[in-house]
C-alpha cells in the first residue's frame, strides 16, 4: 500500500497530463503513453504498468483525467475478469504478453465457464484438454459464453484429469478464439438482444505457456475471476452508468466506436438491474406517486437501494485497504437480485399494464417492458442466487457444507448429466 498523499498525486498527475494529453493522438497510441506513465492502472503493481497507489488514490487520477478530458484504459467487463486473473495468478510470460493489451484495447476477451450440463456447478466441467504431442487439445461446449462472438482470446476452464475429485482435475487457460476448432453461435434471448453464445471446440488448441496457474490448480484460479465478477454486480461498478458528455475529437470518435462493439452485450444491464433511477420520476408524471400503497413500496425499494449501495461502499473501502475480494461479492450480488425483483414489482404497480408494451408503444419506448423481462438475469449471471446463499451460509455463516456421496471420487467415477 503506497503512503503518497492525496495532493502529491494530484499534482503529479495534473502536470503529467498537461505536459502529454493530446486529443491528436490514436487510441492506442495514448493509452501506451498513459500505461508507460503508470497512470493506465494505478492500482497495478509498479511492475506491471501501475504505481501500487491505493482504490481512493486511483479516484484521484480518475478525477484529474476526467477534468481535462483525458481518454482513460479500456475497461470493460470480460478484459477486467482477465487482468485481475493474470495479476492473480498469471506467469511473467502471460502478464507480458496481455496485460499491456487489456489496458490498450487491442483485445477482446470471453469468459468460457459455463457448459449446458455445468452451469452452477462449474467444478463438473465436462470440456477436456489433453496434451497431445506438446500441445493442449480442447474438446467440449461452452454456453453463455457473452462476448464470445467478437472475442479474441477466452478464460478457459477445461478438465485436465479425470481420475481426482471434480474440484482437482481442472486447469485453467487462455485461448485464442480465432481458430479452426472453434466455433461461435450467437443465441437470441428473450428481451430481443443477443449477447450471449454457444462455443463450440473441436480439436482446438492451446499453447502449454497458456495454462494460467498450476496444472490442475484450476478451480482456485476459476474462483478468482468469479470474485471479481461478482463484486461488478455493485451498484457503484460503472456498469450501466451514463455515458459521458459527448466530446469532439478523433480520438472520442475512436473510443466511442470500441465502446460501440464492446458495450453492446451489455446494452440491457441497466434494466436488468431494475432502473431504481427511474422509479421516483414515473410515480410522479404517472400520478401514481398520490397513492398510498405505491408511495409505500417505493420508499421500501428506496430503503433497500440505499443499504446496498451502502455495502457496496463498504466494500470497497475494504479493497481500498488492500483486502482480497472475499464474501461480500456474493452478499453485493444477492443484494443486488433483491433490488431488482423488488424494482421490478414497484415498476409494474406503476405502470400497470402499460408495462407489458414493448417497443415505442410502451411507457419510456419500452425501457419498462424490458426492465420486467430482463431483471431475472441478475439472479443467474455470475452464479445464482441460490449458489450466492451456499457460499454466504458456508464461508460467512460458518455453515458445514453439503455432503455428498461422491465427495473425494474420482471425477471419472462420478454420474453426469450427458448421454453417451
Ligand atoms: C446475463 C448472463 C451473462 C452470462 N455470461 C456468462 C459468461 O460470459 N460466461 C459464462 O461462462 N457463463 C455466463 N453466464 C452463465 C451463468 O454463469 C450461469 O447461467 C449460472 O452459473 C447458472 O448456471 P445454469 O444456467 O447452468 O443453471 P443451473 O446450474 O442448471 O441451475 C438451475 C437452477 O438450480 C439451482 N441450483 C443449482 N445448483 C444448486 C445448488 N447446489 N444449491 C441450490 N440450488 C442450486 C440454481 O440456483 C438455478 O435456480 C451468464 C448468464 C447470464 C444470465
Redesign the pocket.
Known sequence: MSDVSEDSVRKEVRSWLEANWNPELGLVEWRNKLIDAGWGAPTWPKAWHGRELSPALAGVVDQEMRRIGAVGVAASG?RNLASATLLAHGSDFLKGKFLRRCLTGEDGW?????EPG?????AGAMTRADLKDGMWIVNGQ??????AHHADFGLLVARTNWDVPKHKGLSYFIIAMHQPGVQVHPLKQLNGHA??NQVFFSDAKIEPDHLVGELGGGWAVATTTLMHERRGFDPGSGRGAAPPPKRIGPIYEEERRENETAMEPYKWYPQ?AGRVDLILSRASETGRIKDPVVRQEIAKLLTMSKSVEWTARRARAAMAEGRAPGPEGSLGKLAASNVARAANRVHTLISGADAMLSGEDGPLDGIIAEILISTP?IS????????QK?IISERVLGMPK?PSEFDGKPYRDVPKNVIG
Open positions: 470480460p470471453c469468459q468460457l465457464f459455463s455445468n452451469g452452477s456447478d462449474l461452452k454456453v453463455w459464453t457473452t462476448s449477447s450471449f436488468r438475469a443467474i449471471a455470475g452464479g445464482t442466487d441460490e449458489i451456499n453439503e
